[in-house]
């Protein structure tokens, strides 16, 4: 099984500051690496897949990157509405699916 | 619009049965694929399984192989998920996706299904 290691556990940024948020997989997924958002009492919405497509609705300022083992999620300038907790997600040979432990970024 | 809903929280005792719902709407059903995830107090979202909405083709976590069952009613639009032989290790929200049939990339949620196992 695939094992997902995110970093840092918690962020602190200030709205309009740059954000990068890292997922490290214990052996290669290629590009097969996802990356979710999920704000308290809500299912996790869908932000990027496949290493660095934005889902449908998804504004700009995010962005994926990486490959391989090492991945990064960049927010290019904070809204408010973007602090939340951030899991990435591997479905390279699959079963089973797996998820980072999430990054939570909070308002400093 | 894509819309997933599940059924209402519940709470069970230990060594008993859960049966969620998933009701899906606004997309084919049999053309997609419907997911399990799970969420437990302070842990990582955690992988059940999969139904393939065509032909009821289901995979699983090695896991939960052998105490969890998807299931789906084509006619319903629906899938469910059976979990037994329930601990206070499974008290989580529960969630199902929806994904093509072939990318697990989950692109539409349900809102969650708290369940509580409790003596």
């Known amino acids: 099984e695939i094992v997902l290691t995110q970093s840092p556990g918690t962020l602190s940024l200030s709205p309009g500051e740059r954000a990068n948020l890292s997922c490290r997989a214990s052996?290669?997924?290629?590009?097969?690496l996802a990356w979710y958002q999920q704000k308290p009492g809500q299912a996790p919405r869908l932000l990027i897949y496949?290493?660095?497509n934005r889902a449908t609705g998804i504004p700009a300022r995010f962005s994926g990157s990486g490959s391989g083992t090492d991945f990064t999620l960049t927010i290019s300038s904070l809204e408010p509405e973007d602090f939340a907790v951030y899991h990435c997600?591997?479905?390279?040979?699959?079963?089973?699916?797996?998820f980072g432990q999430g990054t939570r970024l909070e308002i400093k | 619009q894509v819309q997933l809903v599940q059924s209402g929280a519940e709470m069970k005792r230990p060594g008993a049965s859960v049966k969620v719902s998933c009701e899906t709407s606004g997309y084919n059903f049999t053309a997609h694929a419907v997911h399990w995830v799970r969420q437990a107090p302070g842990q990582r979202l955690e992988w059940l399984g999969w139904i393939n909405g065509g032909n009821g083709d289901t995979k699983f976590s090695q896991k939960f192989q052998g105490r969890v069952t998807i299931t789906r009613d084509t006619s319903a639009t629906t899938s469910y998920m059976e979990m037994n032989s329930l601990t206070s290790e499974d008290t989580a929200v529960y969630y199902c996706?929806?994904?093509?049939?072939?990318?697990?990339?989950?692109?539409?949620w349900g809102q969650g299904t708290l369940v509580t196992v409790s003596s």
């Open positions: 052996q290669s997924v290629r590009s097969y």
């Open positions: 496949d290493t660095s």
């Open positions: 996706a929806s994904s093509d049939m072939v990318a697990a990339i989950l692109g539409f």
């Open positions: 997600q591997q479905r390279s040979n699959w079963p089973p699916i797996t």
